[in-house]
Protein backbone atom coordinates (compact mmCIF):
# COMPACT_ATOMS: atom_id res chain seq x y z
CA UNK A 1 0.00 0.00 0.00
CA UNK A 2 0.92 3.82 -0.69
CA UNK A 3 2.40 5.34 2.30
CA UNK A 4 3.56 9.19 2.47
CA UNK A 5 4.82 10.19 5.89
CA UNK A 6 5.34 12.77 8.04
CA UNK A 7 7.58 13.56 10.93
CA UNK A 8 4.90 15.33 13.02
CA UNK A 9 1.52 15.65 13.59
CA UNK A 10 1.32 18.68 15.36
CA UNK A 11 4.30 21.06 16.22
CA UNK A 12 4.56 24.58 18.37
CA UNK A 13 7.45 26.65 17.16
CA UNK A 14 8.18 29.92 19.28
CA UNK A 15 9.13 32.65 16.22
CA UNK A 16 12.56 32.67 14.94
CA UNK A 17 13.43 29.62 15.32
CA UNK A 18 14.50 27.20 12.45
CA UNK A 19 12.11 24.75 11.90
CA UNK A 20 12.47 21.30 10.01
CA UNK A 21 9.42 19.28 8.35
CA UNK A 22 10.63 15.82 7.19
CA UNK A 23 7.88 13.64 4.40
CA UNK A 24 9.26 10.41 2.93
CA UNK A 25 7.51 8.05 1.08
CA UNK A 26 7.79 4.57 0.34
CA UNK A 27 6.66 4.26 -3.67
CA UNK A 28 10.53 4.77 -5.24
CA UNK A 29 8.45 8.91 -6.54
CA UNK A 30 10.63 11.14 -9.19
CA UNK A 31 8.06 13.75 -7.85
CA UNK A 32 7.30 15.44 -4.39
CA UNK A 33 5.73 18.35 -3.12
CA UNK A 34 5.20 20.41 -0.31
CA UNK A 35 1.78 22.33 0.22
CA UNK A 36 0.20 24.85 2.86
CA UNK A 37 -3.28 24.68 3.31
CA UNK A 38 -5.31 27.36 4.91
CA UNK A 39 -9.02 27.91 5.80
CA UNK A 40 -10.46 29.62 2.80
CA UNK A 41 -7.57 29.22 0.39
CA UNK A 42 -7.42 25.49 -0.55
CA UNK A 43 -3.58 23.83 -0.91
CA UNK A 44 -1.16 26.27 -2.06
CA UNK A 45 2.12 25.04 -3.64
CA UNK A 46 5.43 25.91 -1.62
CA UNK A 47 7.84 23.57 -3.69
CA UNK A 48 8.59 20.62 -5.68
CA UNK A 49 10.82 18.47 -6.70
CA UNK A 50 11.06 16.20 -9.52
CA UNK A 51 14.29 14.48 -8.54
CA UNK A 52 17.08 13.90 -6.40
CA UNK A 53 18.69 17.40 -5.63
CA UNK A 54 16.62 19.24 -7.99
CA UNK A 55 13.77 21.44 -6.86
CA UNK A 56 11.72 24.34 -8.22
CA UNK A 57 9.66 27.15 -6.19
CA UNK A 58 5.70 26.90 -6.34
CA UNK A 59 3.25 29.66 -5.94
CA UNK A 60 4.25 30.83 -2.07
CA UNK A 61 8.12 30.05 -1.47
CA UNK A 62 9.13 33.01 0.28
CA UNK A 63 10.48 32.37 3.68
CA UNK A 64 10.63 28.68 3.25
CA UNK A 65 13.31 26.20 1.22
CA UNK A 66 13.58 22.54 0.52
CA UNK A 67 15.86 19.65 0.33
CA UNK A 68 15.96 16.29 -1.17
CA UNK A 69 19.24 14.57 -0.64
CA UNK A 70 17.18 11.15 -0.67
CA UNK A 71 15.09 10.17 -3.46
CA UNK A 72 12.44 9.45 -0.60
CA UNK A 73 13.00 11.88 1.65
CA UNK A 74 11.69 15.80 0.97
CA UNK A 75 12.26 18.28 3.48
CA UNK A 76 10.75 21.75 4.20
CA UNK A 77 12.98 24.31 6.26
CA UNK A 78 11.70 27.56 7.78
CA UNK A 79 14.45 29.66 7.96
CA UNK A 80 12.95 31.88 10.94
CA UNK A 81 9.90 30.87 11.93
CA UNK A 82 7.18 33.54 11.51
CA UNK A 83 3.45 33.52 12.99
CA UNK A 84 1.94 34.07 9.51
CA UNK A 85 3.98 30.62 8.78
CA UNK A 86 0.91 28.88 11.25
CA UNK A 87 -0.66 26.56 9.12
CA UNK A 88 -1.30 22.83 8.28
CA UNK A 89 1.51 21.67 5.93
CA UNK A 90 1.14 19.21 3.41
CA UNK A 91 3.33 16.69 1.76
CA UNK A 92 2.70 14.40 -1.40
CA UNK A 93 4.42 12.36 -3.89
CA UNK A 94 3.51 11.30 -7.55
CA UNK A 95 5.70 9.30 -10.05
CA UNK A 96 5.93 9.96 -14.34
CA UNK A 97 6.91 12.85 -15.98
CA UNK A 98 3.45 14.81 -15.57
CA UNK A 99 2.97 16.56 -12.60
CA UNK A 100 -1.36 15.75 -12.81
CA UNK A 101 -0.32 12.02 -11.94
CA UNK A 102 -2.46 10.67 -9.23
CA UNK A 103 -0.70 12.94 -5.96
CA UNK A 104 -0.26 10.79 -2.81
CA UNK A 105 -0.77 12.81 0.14
CA UNK A 106 0.90 12.46 3.68
CA UNK A 107 -1.36 13.52 7.00
CA UNK A 108 -0.25 16.53 7.54
CA UNK A 109 1.59 18.74 10.18
CA UNK A 110 -0.36 21.56 11.85
CA UNK A 111 2.34 23.97 12.48
CA UNK A 112 1.72 26.75 15.02
CA UNK A 113 3.97 29.42 15.26
CA UNK A 114 3.91 31.53 18.61
CA UNK B 1 -2.15 29.34 -15.43
CA UNK B 2 -5.87 27.43 -15.45
CA UNK B 3 -7.77 29.11 -12.38
CA UNK B 4 -10.40 26.99 -10.85
CA UNK B 5 -13.45 27.86 -8.93
CA UNK B 6 -15.85 25.63 -6.94
CA UNK B 7 -18.71 26.31 -4.74
CA UNK B 8 -17.70 27.06 -1.32
CA UNK B 9 -20.32 24.28 0.41
CA UNK B 10 -22.95 22.01 -0.60
CA UNK B 11 -25.59 20.09 1.45
CA UNK B 12 -27.33 17.08 0.55
CA UNK B 13 -29.19 14.43 2.24
CA UNK B 14 -28.40 10.66 2.63
CA UNK B 15 -29.10 8.72 -0.62
CA UNK B 16 -29.26 11.62 -3.21
CA UNK B 17 -26.64 12.09 -5.99
CA UNK B 18 -24.67 15.25 -5.62
CA UNK B 19 -23.03 17.35 -7.93
CA UNK B 20 -20.63 19.31 -7.89
CA UNK B 21 -19.33 22.06 -10.71
CA UNK B 22 -15.68 23.68 -10.99
CA UNK B 23 -15.02 25.66 -13.30
CA UNK B 24 -11.61 26.50 -15.36
CA UNK B 25 -12.06 28.84 -18.17
CA UNK B 26 -8.76 28.92 -18.92
CA UNK B 27 -7.23 25.20 -19.00
CA UNK B 28 -4.80 24.15 -21.35
CA UNK B 29 -4.81 21.92 -24.53
CA UNK B 30 -2.65 19.16 -22.13
CA UNK B 31 -4.54 19.76 -19.00
CA UNK B 32 -6.30 16.91 -17.38
CA UNK B 33 -8.87 17.46 -14.35
CA UNK B 34 -8.28 15.18 -11.28
CA UNK B 35 -11.00 15.70 -7.97
CA UNK B 36 -9.23 14.47 -4.37
CA UNK B 37 -11.81 13.97 -1.81
CA UNK B 38 -10.04 15.50 1.98
CA UNK B 39 -11.79 14.39 5.44
CA UNK B 40 -10.52 16.26 8.61
CA UNK B 41 -7.55 15.60 9.97
CA UNK B 42 -5.72 13.45 6.76
CA UNK B 43 -4.31 14.32 3.31
CA UNK B 44 -6.57 14.64 0.29
CA UNK B 45 -6.90 11.46 -1.83
CA UNK B 46 -7.33 10.87 -5.12
CA UNK B 47 -11.01 10.37 -6.74
CA UNK B 48 -11.29 10.73 -10.44
CA UNK B 49 -8.99 12.18 -13.21
CA UNK B 50 -10.32 12.93 -16.84
CA UNK B 51 -9.81 14.35 -19.99
CA UNK B 52 -12.82 14.81 -22.01
CA UNK B 53 -16.67 13.55 -22.20
CA UNK B 54 -16.97 11.50 -19.29
CA UNK B 55 -15.05 8.93 -16.50
CA UNK B 56 -16.53 6.43 -14.52
CA UNK B 57 -15.29 4.50 -11.66
CA UNK B 58 -16.49 2.56 -8.59
CA UNK B 59 -16.53 5.65 -6.46
CA UNK B 60 -17.40 8.99 -8.94
CA UNK B 61 -18.41 10.04 -12.17
CA UNK B 62 -16.80 12.89 -13.81
CA UNK B 63 -18.32 14.86 -16.55
CA UNK B 64 -16.41 17.30 -19.35
CA UNK B 65 -18.11 19.22 -21.62
CA UNK B 66 -16.81 19.63 -25.23
CA UNK B 67 -15.29 23.41 -24.23
CA UNK B 68 -13.70 21.71 -21.34
CA UNK B 69 -14.61 24.90 -19.75
CA UNK B 70 -15.62 23.50 -16.45
CA UNK B 71 -16.30 19.65 -15.47
CA UNK B 72 -18.72 18.10 -13.22
CA UNK B 73 -18.33 15.32 -10.52
CA UNK B 74 -20.88 13.48 -9.75
CA UNK B 75 -21.36 11.34 -6.41
CA UNK B 76 -24.10 8.66 -6.85
CA UNK B 77 -26.34 7.93 -3.53
CA UNK B 78 -24.49 9.73 -1.16
CA UNK B 79 -24.10 8.48 2.47
CA UNK B 80 -22.49 10.53 5.79
CA UNK B 81 -18.98 9.44 5.31
CA UNK B 82 -18.85 11.53 1.80
CA UNK B 83 -18.99 14.40 4.06
CA UNK B 84 -15.80 16.25 3.18
CA UNK B 85 -14.19 18.78 1.02
CA UNK B 86 -13.38 18.01 -2.46
CA UNK B 87 -11.13 19.96 -4.78
CA UNK B 88 -10.88 20.23 -8.04
CA UNK B 89 -7.75 19.92 -9.44
CA UNK B 90 -5.94 21.00 -13.36
CA UNK B 91 -3.07 20.15 -14.92
CA UNK B 92 -0.89 19.30 -17.73
CA UNK B 93 -0.37 15.56 -16.79
CA UNK B 94 2.46 14.99 -20.48
CA UNK B 95 4.87 17.36 -18.61
CA UNK B 96 5.54 21.04 -18.01
CA UNK B 97 6.21 22.24 -14.51
CA UNK B 98 4.23 21.45 -10.91
CA UNK B 99 3.84 25.53 -11.04
CA UNK B 100 0.82 24.87 -13.52
CA UNK B 101 -0.92 22.71 -11.37
CA UNK B 102 -4.03 24.81 -9.20
CA UNK B 103 -6.09 23.57 -6.88
CA UNK B 104 -9.26 24.82 -6.47
CA UNK B 105 -10.39 26.36 -2.88
CA UNK B 106 -12.46 23.28 -2.76
CA UNK B 107 -16.29 22.32 -1.72
CA UNK B 108 -17.77 21.22 1.34
CA UNK B 109 -19.80 18.78 0.93
CA UNK B 110 -22.10 17.59 4.23
CA UNK B 111 -24.28 15.15 3.95
CA UNK B 112 -27.32 15.11 6.53
CA UNK B 113 -29.12 12.07 7.95
Known amino acids: DVKVTQSSRYLVKRTGEKVFLECVQD?????MFWYRQDPGLGLRLIYF???????EKGDIPEGYSVSREKKERFSLILESASTNQTSMYLC?????????????FGPGTRLTVL | LAKTTQPISMDSYEGQEVNITCSHNNIATNDYITWYQQFPSQGPRFIIQGYKTKVTNEVASLFIPADRKSSTLSLPRVSLSDTAVYYC??????????????FGSGTQLTVLP
Open chain 1, 49 to 55: SYDVKMK
Open chain 2, 89 to 102: LVGDRASGSARQLT
Open chain 1, 27 to 31: MDHEN
Open chain 1, 92 to 104: ASSSGSGFSDTQY
